[in-house]
Each structure stands twice: as structure tokens, then as C-alpha cells.
């Protein structure tokens, strides 16, 4: 308990971590729109495109609602991922619990709240996930702030854009995801396939951080 509660809190991580947690969603949700437009979509307005204060507002909201996404991690990348990475390689771990992940949304896709291409956003993005929670030696913060940044920027660049067009950006942005995952993966791939010698503990199933700025000195 006391290293679940450690990596809820893990916070020196090193500023460029927080950058990317907050920033990065920004930029690959800006990407996913324009070429969405490339693709035939009808292009935002520029009173539509006046309204991007959306994505702080919605991503604070995302970080203080207790029944938000972003509330989840502690379940998914505090709980599941560790504790499958004891047994498993970062591959597998990714892929189990991105399936476990995209099944919680059923509900949210039978009502039609969310369109089902989101399961694969979701499954994708269980391995990018998964790469910051290594790079940062498990910290389920930063995978928090993830998770609620997504969501809120998400929010904003899906509002641009309507019925076809809107369920396209999901299919786009899962293509990004897996880019993104498989460079990380090249850039890495002795630690994605990697099974731990130790099982017993959370440190066997996290190891050594993969950036320097990211070894914890709790």
C-alpha cells in the first residue's frame, strides 16, 4: 500500500514531464484537426476557433471532478499496469489493460455519449501511457494530468467539427497515438519486451528510470 500511495504522489519527475503532460495533448489534438480539414472536414470558424480558452477551463474541470476520466488512473496506471508488469512485458501489460480500458467505456458507447472509434484511441493510448509511466519511474500524477489534459483539449478541438467529421478526429488521433508508441518503442524496445526477474515488488516492475530526471529521491 505504502508504494501505491508513493506513486499517486510521485511528483519529481523533472518540469519537462508536466510540460508534456499539459502541453502535448494541446499539440497532437491541433494536428489531429488539421488534418482532419486536409482530409474534407469543414473547417472551424474563427468564432468557433475564438473559444480555445475551452481547454483550460475544461481541463481543470477534468482535474477536479472525482467522476472524470482523469480519476481513473489510480485504478488503470496506479493499480493494473504495475501490478501486470510484475509478470508481463510492457507490451503485454499495455495491451491487457487497454483492453480492460476500452470495455469501460461500453456503457458511454451504447449510449452514444462517445462514438465506438474511441475504443481504439483508447487501446492506443494504453501504450503511450504506459511509455510516460516508465519514462517517469511510475508516477501516477503525471499520468493524471495526462489523462484530464486529453480530455480537456479534447473537448475543445472535437467541438470544432460535427457527425462524420467528429468521428474521424478519432480515428486520426489513434493513428498518432500509434506513431507516437512505436517510435517509443524503437527508441526502446529491450524495456517494452522486457519480463522482470523480481515479481514480487513494484520496484522489479518499474525499474530504472529511463530519463535521469525521472529517478525518484523519496
Do not use: C, K
Request: charged fraction near 15%; glycine fraction near 8%; hydrophobic fraction near 60%.
Amino acid at each position: 500500500m505504502r508504494a501505491y500511495f508513493r506513486r499517486l504522489i510521485r511528483w519529481r519527475v523533472g518540469v519537462g514531464w508536466y510540460v508534456v503532460a499539459f502541453l502535448a495533448p494541446v499539440a497532437g489534438w491541433a494536428i489531429v484537426a488539421y488534418v482532419n480539414v486536409l482530409l474534407g472536414a469543414a473547417p472551424p470558424s474563427p468564432v468557433q476557433l475564438a473559444g480555445w480558452s475551452l481547454i483550460v477551463t475544461s481541463t481543470l474541470g477534468f482535474l477536479v471532478n472525482p467522476f472524470a476520466g482523469a480519476w481513473e488512473e489510480p485504478g488503470w496506471r496506479g493499480y493494473a499496469l504495475p501490478l501486470l508488469l510484475r509478470r508481463h512485458s510492457a507490451l503485454v501489460a499495455s495491451a491487457v489493460v487497454g483492453v480492460i480500458w476500452a470495455l469501460w467505456h461500453i456503457p458511454l458507447f451504447l449510449t452514444g455519449l462517445i462514438p465506438w472509434p474511441d475504443a481504439v484511441l483508447v487501446f492506443a493510448l494504453s501504450f503511450v501511457f504506459t511509455a510516460i509511466y516508465l519514462h517517469t519511474a511510475g508516477s501516477v500524477l503525471i499520468a493524471f494530468l495526462l489523462h484530464a489534459s486529453i480530455n480537456g483539449a479534447g473537448e475543445f478541438f472535437l467541438g470544432l467539427f460535427a457527425a462524420g467529421d467528429r468521428v474521424r478526429m478519432y480515428w486520426i488521433m489513434a493513428a498518432l497515438s500509434a506513431v507516437v508508441v512505436i517510435v517509443a518503442i524503437v527508441v526502446s524496445r529491450d524495456r517494452w519486451r522486457r519480463v522482470p526477474a523480481g515479481r514480487d515488488t513494484d520496484d522489479a516492475a518499474i525499474g530504472t528510470p529511463l530519463g535521469a530526471e525521472a529517478t525518484d529521491r523519496e
